[in-house]
């Protein structure tokens, strides 16, 4: 079981940038397909990025397409999510997911076996 810690997150102004980090201990991130996911007050948890276990494919969400990068360092065991241009609406709690996975990862929540617990994010206009 890989245990999965989010940072990173915080107060940024709109049109600002922010790099979350997904750290794993007790198990080597390289093993593992890596998302990310958000989930605003009152909404339902959305797809944001995810990123194959050796980084060679990736998959963004609509919303966040043109705003976002995601990246690994498979030697540090983390795997990035790098944000620009932040608006308000990108306010939310950020969750890192995993799962052990050769192929394209998933985009829906419930393919993934392993949450870290969240960082918050919060954009002001």
């Known amino acids: 079981q890989v245990q999965l810690v989010e940072s990173g997150g915080g107060l940024a102004q709109a049109g600002g940038s922010l790099r979350l980090s997904c750290a794993a201990s007790s198990r080597r991130l390289s093993a593992y397909a890596v998302g990310w996911f958000r989930q605003a007050p009152g909404k339902e948890r959305e797809f944001v990025a995810a990123i194959s276990r050796s980084g060679s494919r990736s998959l963004s969400g609509d919303s966040v397409k043109d705003r976002i990068t995601i990246s690994r360092d498979n030697a540090k065991n983390t795997v990035y999510l790098q944000m620009s241009s932040l608006q308000p609406e990108d306010t939310a709690v950020y969750y890192c997911?995993?799962?052990?996975?050769?192929?394209?990862?998933?985009?829906?929540?419930?393919?993934?076996?392993?949450w870290g617990q969240g960082t918050q994010v919060t954009v002001s206009s």
């Open positions: 997911a995993s799962k052990t996975w050769i192929g394209v990862p998933e985009t829906t929540a419930g393919w993934y076996d392993y």
